[in-house]
C-alpha cells in the first residue's frame, strides 16, 4: 500500500511540474520534427536546419528545444504522430515532405507548421497561393512538376535513341499528378514512350525493375516523393544492375553513386526554413508569410556511374554541369 501511494504521489508531483512548466510565460519554445521514413536518411538536412538556427542565434536546450521521434516513421503512422504532437501543444511543427505536411494539416489548424521541402504546395493543395498562403502553413516548396520536364529534356541528350523510358513514382503521394502530366506533355514532344513503374513500399522495387528490364526500358527517371527519396540507395544500385541511365529530381541520388539529377539544393531549403520558424516564434503568423520556391538549380553528373553501365556523356551536356564527378 505505501508503495503505491508512493508511486501515485510522484505522478501527482511530475504532472503539477509539466503543468507549471507548460503555463510558465518565458518557457523555451519546442520545435517538433514530423519526418516521414528514419531520421538517418536526412541527417545531413537536419543539420542544415539546425545550423540555420544557430545563425538566427539559437541554442538548442537553451532557447530553442527540438523534438525528434525515435527510430523510423512510417508514411502510414504520421497521422497519428501528428495527433500526439498537437496534443503536447508544441510552439512549432516542421514537417518534411508532402506527406508529413498534409498529416500536420488535419492534426490543427492552429500550430504553424513549417515545410522545409514540400513538390508543388499550391497544386497539391497545401497552401491557397505563394504570396499568400493562408491556414497554418508556410515554407519552401519544390517546383518538381516544372523540373519534371527539363529532367526528360536532358535524359533525351544523353541517350539520343531513347524511345521507351521507365517512369519510377509512388502513385499514393499527391506530389506525384502534378508530375507524371508534365512528364506526359514532354515525352510526347520528343517521342518517347513512358512505362509507369509504381512502388507503394520498400517491397516493390525489385519487382518493378524486373518489369523495366523485360519491357526494355531505354532509360529511368525518377518522380520526387519522400518514399523515393528514402530508398534511394536501394534505387541507385537497381538502376546500375539494370543498367538503365537514369536522372534523379535529388542530388542525393548522385551521391549515392546515380548518374545525373537536376534539382533545388534541399540543404539550402532546410537551412532556409530556419528563418521561417524564427520569424513565426517572434510573432509572424505563417498565413502571411509567402511561401518561397528555389531559384537556383544544379545539373550534376556522376561520370563514374557513366563508365559503370557503359555510357559515355556527350560533352555538349557535360559542360553544361555545374558539378562533373569524375
Same mark, same amino acid.
Given at each position: 500500500?505505501? /508503495?503505491?501511494?508512493?508511486?501515485?504521489?510522484?505522478?501527482?508531483?511530475?504532472?503539477?511540474?509539466?503543468?507549471?512548466?507548460?503555463?510558465?510565460?518565458?518557457?523555451?519554445? /519546442?520545435?517538433?520534427?514530423?519526418?516521414?521514413?528514419?531520421?538517418?536518411?536526412?541527417?545531413?538536412?537536419?543539420?542544415?536546419? /539546425?545550423?540555420?538556427?544557430?545563425?538566427?542565434?539559437?541554442?538548442?536546450?537553451?532557447?530553442?528545444?527540438?523534438?525528434?521521434?525515435?527510430?523510423?516513421?512510417?508514411?502510414?503512422?504520421?497521422?497519428?504522430?501528428?495527433?500526439?504532437?498537437?496534443?503536447?501543444?508544441?510552439?512549432?511543427?516542421?514537417?518534411? %515532405?508532402?506527406?508529413?505536411?498534409? %498529416?500536420?494539416?488535419?492534426?490543427?489548424?492552429?500550430?504553424?507548421?513549417?515545410?522545409?521541402? %514540400?513538390?508543388?504546395?499550391?497544386?497539391?493543395?497545401?497552401?491557397?497561393?505563394?504570396? /499568400?498562403?493562408?491556414?497554418?502553413?508556410?515554407?519552401?516548396?519544390?517546383?518538381?512538376?516544372?523540373?519534371?520536364?527539363?529532367?526528360?529534356?536532358?535524359?533525351?541528350? *544523353?541517350?539520343?535513341?531513347?524511345?521507351?523510358? =521507365?517512369?519510377?513514382?509512388?502513385?499514393?503521394?499527391?506530389? *506525384?499528378? &502534378?508530375?507524371?502530366?508534365?512528364?506526359?506533355?514532354?515525352?510526347?514532344?520528343?517521342?518517347?514512350?513512358?512505362?509507369?513503374?509504381?512502388?507503394?513500399?520498400?517491397?516493390? #522495387?525489385?519487382?518493378?525493375?524486373?518489369? %523495366?528490364? !523485360?519491357?526494355?526500358?531505354?532509360?529511368?527517371?525518377?518522380?520526387?516523393?519522400?518514399?523515393? #527519396?528514402?530508398?534511394?540507395?536501394?534505387?541507385? !544500385?537497381?538502376?546500375?544492375?539494370?543498367?538503365?541511365? =537514369?536522372?534523379?529530381?535529388?542530388?542525393? #541520388?548522385?551521391?549515392?553513386?546515380?548518374?545525373?539529377?537536376?534539382?533545388?539544393?534541399?540543404?539550402?531549403?532546410?537551412?532556409?526554413?530556419?528563418? #521561417?520558424?524564427?520569424?513565426?516564434?517572434?510573432?509572424?503568423?505563417?498565413?502571411?508569410?509567402?511561401?518561397?520556391?528555389?531559384? !537556383?538549380?544544379?545539373?550534376?553528373?556522376?561520370?563514374?556511374?557513366?563508365?559503370?553501365?557503359?555510357?559515355?556523356? &556527350?560533352?555538349?551536356?557535360?559542360?553544361?554541369?555545374?558539378?562533373?564527378?569524375?
Amino acid at each position: 500500500m505505501n /508503495r503505491n501511494l508512493l508511486w501515485l504521489l510522484t505522478i501527482f508531483l511530475l504532472a503539477s511540474v509539466h503543468l507549471a512548466w507548460a503555463q510558465q510565460p518565458g518557457k523555451v519554445p /519546442r520545435i517538433v520534427i514530423l519526418p516521414p521514413g528514419p531520421i538517418s536518411e536526412r541527417v545531413h538536412l537536419w543539420e542544415a536546419f /539546425r545550423q540555420g538556427l544557430r545563425k538566427l542565434g539559437y541554442v538548442e536546450g537553451q532557447n530553442i528545444i527540438l523534438v525528434f521521434p525515435s527510430g523510423e516513421v512510417k508514411p502510414e503512422r504520421l497521422p497519428h504522430l501528428a495527433a500526439e504532437l498537437v496534443s503536447l501543444k508544441v510552439d512549432v511543427i516542421v514537417a518534411a %515532405a508532402i506527406v508529413a505536411v498534409q %498529416a500536420a494539416k488535419e492534426a490543427t489548424k492552429t500550430i504553424p507548421i513549417v515545410m522545409p521541402v %514540400a513538390s508543388d504546395a499550391v497544386e497539391t493543395g497545401l497552401v491557397a497561393s505563394l504570396a /499568400r498562403p493562408g491556414g497554418n502553413i508556410t515554407g519552401l516548396t519544390l517546383i518538381s512538376s516544372q523540373l519534371s520536364g527539363k529532367r526528360l529534356e536532358l535524359l533525351k541528350e *544523353v541517350v539520343p535513341r531513347l524511345s521507351r523510358l =521507365a517512369v519510377l513514382s509512388n502513385p499514393t503521394s499527391a506530389a *506525384v499528378p &502534378p508530375q507524371m502530366r508534365e512528364t506526359e506533355v514532354t515525352a510526347r514532344a520528343l517521342g518517347v514512350q513512358l512505362q509507369p513503374l509504381e512502388v507503394r513500399g520498400p517491397d516493390d #522495387f525489385e519487382r518493378v525493375f524486373q518489369a %523495366a528490364t !523485360k519491357e526494355r526500358a531505354g532509360a529511368l527517371i525518377t518522380l520526387d516523393d519522400a518514399l523515393l #527519396f528514402t530508398q534511394r540507395t536501394r534505387i541507385v !544500385k537497381l538502376a546500375a544492375k539494370s543498367r538503365l541511365p =537514369a536522372i534523379y529530381g535529388f542530388r542525393e #541520388f548522385v551521391d549515392a553513386g546515380g548518374l545525373m539529377s537536376y534539382a533545388a539544393n534541399t540543404s539550402d531549403m532546410y537551412r532556409r526554413a530556419a528563418a #521561417f520558424v524564427d520569424k513565426i516564434l517572434k510573432g509572424a503568423k505563417p498565413a502571411d508569410l509567402p511561401v518561397e520556391q528555389p531559384t !537556383k538549380f544544379e545539373f550534376v553528373i556522376n561520370l563514374k556511374a557513366a563508365k559503370q553501365i557503359g555510357l559515355t556523356i &556527350p560533352p555538349n551536356v557535360l559542360t553544361r554541369g555545374d558539378k562533373v564527378i569524375k
